[in-house]
T-cell receptor, first 114, second 114 residues
Framework: GNSVTQMEGPVTLSEEAFLTINCTYT??????LFWYVQYPGEGLQLLLK?????DKGSNKGFEATYRKETTSFHLEKGSVQVSDSAVYFC?????????????FGAGTILRVKS | NAGVTQTPKFQVLKTGQSMTLQCAQD?????MYWYRQDPGMGLRLIYY???????DKGEVPNGYNVSRLNKREFSLRLESAAPSQTSVYFC?????????????FGSGTRLTVV
């Protein structure tokens, strides 16, 4: 089945630093790709998505580009803030007998220090 | 907008006890899902309901049952709780089961089985 591999964390950065969280995937066909963010004590929130190769998803200063040739969907932000501290999950869709499901990576903890 | 509402938020059970986790969404979504989140493992799908009246197993269904009571509500039942079911449980919903749709998550139920 489809799978997602994320860089291990935690990632610790100073405020205004550049962020990259690596995500690579294994999939049959052409899945949609997603980044979700989870703040402490909360559920996951959709951050951005891309549904086909070379698409760029963006939201709140975060960006990720669907790279079919390298099977990657790395998350980037030019200048992180303390409020970006959270767990970030990369995910892709996998077809099931009835519908699709999201397959998640293990998550990467981001800590931003002021 | 309530979105996806889960109850309870916290629960402690003794081994062998039973309980039902409740989930309701007010977005008129067709598909609903139950995931469990464990450290280092991301989220794993327990059961899903592609549409009202249907339910199907995900990747870790053993020890659980579900009921899609109506379009809004999707409950998860543990018939005889085991310590291995200690986890954080998330309910999610989506407009449909197309691969392009993201999910809306509830805030989770933290379950401890002693």
């Amino acid at each position: 089945g489809n799978s997602v591999t994320q860089m291990e964390g935690p990632v610790t950065l100073s405020e205004e630093a550049f962020l990259t969280i690596n995500c690579t995937y294994t999939a049959t066909g052409y899945p949609s790709l997603f980044w979700y963010v989870q703040y402490p004590g909360e559920g996951l929130q959709l951050l951005l998505k891309a549904t086909k190769a070379d698409d760029k998803g963006s939201n709140k200063g975060f960006e990720a580009t669907y790279r079919k040739e390298t099977t990657s969907f790395h998350l980037e932000k030019g200048s992180v803030q303390v409020s970006d501290s959270a767990v970030y999950f990369c995910a892709l869709t996998q077809h099931m007998e009835y519908g699709n499901k999201l397959v998640f990576g293990a998550g990467t903890i981001l800590r931003v220090k002021s | 907008n309530a979105g996806v509402t889960q109850t309870p938020k916290f629960q402690v059970l003794k081994t062998g006890q039973s309980m039902t986790l409740q989930c309701a969404q007010d977005m008129n979504h067709n598909s609903m899902y139950w995931y469990r989140q464990d450290p280092g493992m991301g989220l794993r799908l327990i059961y899903y309901s592609a549409s009202e009246g249907t339910t199907d197993k995900g990747e870790v269904p053993n020890g659980y049952n579900v009921s899609r009571l109506n379009k809004r509500e999707f409950s998860l039942r543990l018939e005889s709780a085991a310590p291995s079911q200690t986890s954080v449980y998330f309910c999610a919903s989506s407009v449909g089961h197309s691969s392009n749709y993201g999910y809306t998550f509830g805030s989770g139920t933290r379950l401890t089985v002693v």
